[in-house]
């Protein structure tokens, strides 16, 4: 069985496509970081965080609150300082945000733009002022379904559209690089689908895009690529199959007693067995064996330690299994 | 297995428009600041305040008292003062000093605003350069006021001529070159007030990134502060800076000369700039 080292960071990185089709690939940054560190007096906001993002992925940034996702962001925009560390955004290093910055887009922190400008006037300030060209004003208003609105104030949007006018106005000029904290903060479903679709198509356009959220279902659907970080320091980088352990299936099991969840995971460890815990199953790896030997295995060992099983059965990883597992400090 | 050399096709981004950083900032803020609801907002107020100082003020004219310019801008003018050759805009001065502590609150709230609504944040993933992105603001917000002053102008003059008989002003000599010269150097003088009031709304309005804090600090120090220890504290017109942009806009209010003022208020002037620069670009953006 492939053993995945989370605490690595890959030094060469290489579009995530290229890997999936098993071919070795050389390809330049979007962004590569080593060491940044951000400290607010005593407090250490990132520490020490190592990434390679390879140009043209889309990559899911994600982390607990508090995990200095939004700092890091903030970092790679010019907005905040670095304590330390070294840095590129597409080749220029971090110190030189006004060569790089002109052809990122981002959205951080949520959408803030002018309360008593219509939504157009507020993509036409935000075009003057990085010399964007605002002839695609409709068309960009049309893409985040805001068409029809765009002639409203951005004061009486409702979050969600605030939202979407934010993303527009990322997309202003057609950036390499696109940066979005949170898009999906405050859209109902449907909005997260359009949002989610909307990233889809930046993709095939072999744009790069970076994009945090807590909706591990967004991400996972959306990404081939990751960084997970935990207080400020990078647990994991690089593409969103190898994280998950690719299609390997795994045998899930939990306990009739919540209590005995740790015992078994100790003992299915103890096992040699790679052990994933969730807040009410372990996913124990199937590895190189048949899913059914393995399950009944697993049911001799809980047996044998008087432990009774609620439930058995196969089942696939998925991005928040596993991020709860090494978020968690689960047991591998 | 084969090594290939994988360059992603991206798409180029489209070039930005020609023009410095500032002059983006310019054209940004320019968008905001002429949008029709903003022009009609504002041509109200300043034919109100214009037009309702200038009455007011030519109501209260004192037909008796030394002539020669106005002497206070909470000093009602006199029929003398009125009857010069700059006599058709002595009261849009007079209003203007009335409006000191308006103004600074007004340009501290929108330099603060800018931070307490994150707007300076989106601005600076436009246009990185912390600097040139105020410095276009207040430029535009300059520009924008040195038109808006313009019209008041004409609207107090306006008011003035037509009041004028009603209180026996003899407007013969505003219509002259001197009336001219005198209404162009009543324009200068609020140009420069305003100008000095832009820059230190702007240090304050960084500075405090509050507009509650900013635009509370500003009216304490305009208000009490400079007023009260300004008449007990002798040398107190020569350096607080409210009093200086009062010689500045109403001459002969207070015992600074025009050219001593100005020349002060640039000095205050390059060090709040220096100031504000300073602040801008050592401070993180995190709100």
Known sequence: MRTLDLHATPTTASAAAAIVAGMTTTTSSAIRVEGLTKSYGGRVAVDSLSFDLPRGVVAGFIGPNGAGKTTTMAMLLGLVEPSAGTGEVLGTPLAQPSTYVPQVGALIEGPALYPGLTGAENLQVLAAMGGKDKANIPELLELVGLADRGGDRFGQYSLGMKQRLGIAGAMLGEPELLILDEPTNGLDPIGMREIRELIARVATEQRTVLVSSHLLTEIEQVCDWLVVIERGTSVYAGPAGEFLGGAEPTVSVAPERPADLATLARLFAADGREVDITPDRLLVAVGDGDARTVAAQLNRVAHEHGIVLAELGQRHRNLEDRYLNVVQGGIR | ?287
């Not at chain 2, 002060?264 to 220096?274: K, P």
Request: glycine share 12%.
């Open chain 2, 1 to 287: 297995m084969t090594a290939i050399v994988v360059t992603p096709e991206t798409r180029a981004p489209v070039p930005a428009r020609p023009g410095g950083g500032l002059a983006r900032s310019f054209r940004a803020e320019w968008i905001k600041l002429t949008r029709r609801r903003m022009l009609t907002g504002t041509l109200l107020a300043l034919t109100v305040i214009a037009a309702g100082g200038t009455a007011i003020g030519i109501t209260a004219a004192r037909d008796t008292a030394p002539g020669g310019r106005v002497q206070s801008p909470d000093q009602p003018t006199t029929i003398a003062a009125l009857d010069h050759a700059g006599g058709g805009t002595a009261l849009f001065s007079q209003t203007m000093g009335f409006m000191q502590a308006f103004l600074l609150a007004v340009l501290v709230g929108a330099v603060a605003a800018e931070f307490t609504r994150g707007t300076f944040r989106t601005m600076l993933l436009q246009q990185p350069n912390r600097a040139r992105v105020f410095g276009g603001k207040i430029a535009a917000i300059v520009a924008f006021m040195a038109v808006a002053v313009l019209l008041g102008e004409i609207v107090s003059w306006l008011t003035s001529w037509a009041m004028a008989p009603s209180q026996g002003v003899d407007t013969t000599r505003w219509i002259t070159l001197d009336g001219l010269q005198a209404g162009a150097e009543d324009f200068a003088r609020a140009i420069a007030y305003v100008v000095g009031t832009a820059v230190l709304a702007s240090m304050v309005g960084i500075l405090a990134r509050s507009i509650p804090i900013g635009v509370g600090v500003a009216l304490v120090w305009a208000g009490p502060i400079e007023n009260i220890i300004g008449d007990s504290w002798s040398p107190g017109p020569k350096v607080f800076p409210g009093l200086l942009m009062r010689a500045v806009i109403n001459p002969g209010s207070t015992p600074v000369s025009t050219g001593q003022a100005l020349l002060t208020l640039t000095g205050y002037c390059i060090v709040a700039a220096a100031i504000a620069v300073i602040a801008l670009r050592r401070r993180d953006v995190t709100s």
